[in-house]
C-alpha cells in the first residue's frame, strides 16, 4: 500500500560518507569465477553500465555514485544471468559478406489482410484474419507446425507489421579453439549466421551492415545450429544476448581466404563459363535468372558512383587471367562490371585490389539506338555481397553520376546466398532487442 512521504524533517543529522565516491567492486572476483569470465570484462561493463546511467540522469541529486554503481551493479548481474541460461557459446567472425535485408513479417502480414479483403468470411474461417467488432482486421499467423514440423508458438497470435531477417556470413570458430594454448586452426570454417529484428532492419540504429567491415574479426556469442555430421562450414543463430566485439586475436593472411571457398572460388577470366555451366548443371532455362555464388578477386580500374541514394554502384575490374596484354590483338579483352547496393561503402580508390564475394547474373544487350531488347547476352556479371581489400590505394574524391550504357546491367535482387530461414525456429529467446543509442564498435561492444 503506498504511503505519503512524510513531511517531518529527520532528527538525525546527516553524517558525510568519505567512501561514497568509492563503489565497492569485491563482488567481481566471485562473480568471474561464477560466470566464468575475466574479471577485467566484468569491470568494464560495470563501468560502460555507470558511465550510461552517470549521463541519463547527470544534474539529478539523487542520483548519487552509490546510486548509480548499484543500479550498474544490478544491470550487470541481470546482463549476465541472461547470457549463462542461454545456449549460446563465444565464437570469433570474420565478416565477409551480407544478404539483402528481407521484410518477411511485411510480406505475410499484407497476404492475410489482402485475403481478407478479397473474402472476409474465408480468411476468418481460415484463421488468418482476428475480426473485432467495431476495429479493423488484425493479421494473425494461422500456421500450427513451423516448416520443421514443431508446434508454432506464434499460432493464433497477431502478425508483426515488420520483422526483418538477414543472413551474414564468412569464417568462424567457437573462441575456445582458437585460444587454446595450441590453438585448432581445423576449427575456422565458413559460415552462416541469421540474424532477425533490429540486426536486420535497415531503418535501426542496431541494423548489423552499419556497425562492422568486411575482413576484420569480431568475437560474439551466438548458438550452434549446425548438424553434428557437418563437417565443411558452421551454421549460426544470433540471440537476444548476440553482441559484436573487435577481436585482435586471431592474425590471418587475407589472401588465404579464398581456401576456405574453394567449392565457389574462380578466377575472373573463367567467370562466363562458370555462370553458364551452372545454368545448364540446374537448369534455369532464361540466361537472366542463373545467380550461381561467386568468390573471386581482381583490379579495380573505375568506380562509377550512384548519387540519388537509389541505384546500384558500379565497379569495374580487370584481372590477367581475363587475358595477357602481352599477346598480340588489337582489341582489350571486356572487363567485369560489379553492382553494389548504395548502402554499401566504398572506401578504396582505382587500382585496389579487392576479393569479392556475391552473385553471377547477366542480362540482355539492348540497341543503343532503339532500346530494343537483342536476343543476345551479355557479359557475365556479380552483384556484391561483400568485399575485402587485398590491396588499398586512396579513394578518388570525384563522384561520377552512374550512366545507362548498353552493356551495363542493373542487377536484380539477388537471390539470397543461404536458405531462407524460419524465423519460428531462429532462437526462442531471440525476443525484441532493445534499441542502444549507437551501434558503435570502438574496440568495445556493438
Known amino acids: ?80 544471468m541472461a547470457q549463462s541460461k542461454s545456449s549460446a557459446i563465444p565464437w570469433c567472425t570474420n565478416i565477409l559478406y551480407t544478404t539483402n535485408p528481407y521484410d518477411y513479417g511485411n510480406k505475410r502480414y499484407i497476404e492475410n489482410l489482402q485475403a481478407y479483403n478479397t473474402n472476409p468470411i474465408a480468411a476468418k474461417r481460415n484463421g488468418l484474419i482476428l475480426a473485432i467488432k467495431g476495429s479493423d482486421p488484425v493479421p494473425i499467423d494461422e500456421r500450427k507446425l513451423t516448416r520443421k514440423g514443431k508446434p508454432n508458438k506464434r499460432f493464433g497470435k497477431p502478425l508483426p507489421l515488420h520483422e ?46 552499419k556497425g562492422f567491415k568486411f575482413g576484420e574479426w569480431y568475437k560474439c556469442k551466438a548458438t550452434n545450429d549446425t548438424p553434428n555430421d557437418a563437417t565443411e562450414a558452421w551454421k549460426l543463430n544470433a540471440t537476444s544476448i548476440t553482441k559484436w566485439q573487435v577481436y585482435d586475436g586471431i592474425e590471418i593472411d587475407l589472401e588465404e581466404i579464398p581456401t576456405y571457398f574453394s ?98 547474373g547477366a542480362g540482355f544487350k539492348k540497341d543503343r539506338a532503339t532500346g530494343e531488347t537483342l536476343d543476345e547476352f551479355n557479359t557475365a556479371s556479380i552483384t556484391v555481397s561483400g568485399i575485402v581489400v587485398l590491396d588499398r590505394t586512396e579513394p578518388d574524391v570525384e563522384f561520377e553520376e552512374a550512366g545507362n550504357e548498353n552493356d551495363e546491367v542493373e542487377a536484380e535482387e539477388s537471390e539470397e546466398i543461404g536458405e531462407e530461414p524460419d524465423l519460428d525456429e531462429i532462437s526462442e529467446s531471440n525476443t525484441e532487442t532493445k534499441k542502444k543509442s549507437k551501434p558503435e564498435i570502438e574496440g568495445d561492444v556493438w
Open 263 to 360: 567449392q565457389f572460388y574462380c578466377e575472373l577470366g573463367d567467370l562466363q563459363e562458370y555462370h553458364e555451366l551452372y545454368m545448364q548443371l540446374n537448369d534455369k532455362g532464361s540466361y537472366q535468372k542463373g545467380n550461381q555464388i561467386v568468390v573471386t578477386e581482381g583490379s579495380v580500374i573505375d568506380i562509377v558512383f550512384s548519387d540519388d541514394g537509389v541505384k546500384n554502384h558500379r565497379i569495374v575490374i580487370d584481372d590477367e587471367s581475363l587475358g595477357s596484354m602481352e599477346e598480340e590483338s588489337d582489341t582489350f579483352v571486356e572487363s567485369v562490371n560489379c553492382w553494389l547496393k548504395p548502402v554499401m561503402e566504398i572506401d578504396f580508390g582505382k587500382y585496389s585490389r579487392i576479393l569479392i564475394f556475391g552473385k553471377t
Open 1 to 80: 500500500m503506498a504511503k505519503k512521504k512524510s513531511s517531518k524533517k529527520s532528527s538525525k543529522k546527516k553524517v558525510n560518507n568519505t567512501n561514497e565516491d568509492i563503489p565497492d567492486t569485491s563482488f567481481l572476483p566471485i562473480w568471474a569465477k561464477k560466470f566464468k569470465v575475466d574479471v577485467e570484462e566484468l569491470t568494464a561493463k560495470l563501468e560502460i553500465h555507470a558511465a550510461e546511467l552517470k549521463k541519463r540522469h547527470a544534474g539529478n541529486a539523487r542520483w548519487t555514485q552509490k546510486k548509480i554503481y548499484t543500479t550498474a551493479r544490478r544491470r550487470l548481474r541481470s546482463e549476465y
Open 164 to 209: 526483418w531477417i538477414m543472413t551474414i556470413g564468412g569464417i568462424a570458430s567457437p573462441l575456445s579453439a582458437v585460444e587454446k594454448e595450441e590453438p585448432d586452426w581445423d576449427q575456422i570454417r565458413p559460415f552462416e549466421m541469421t540474424v532477425s529484428r533490429n540486426f536486420a532492419d535497415p531503418t535501426s540504429k542496431q541494423y548489423i551492415g
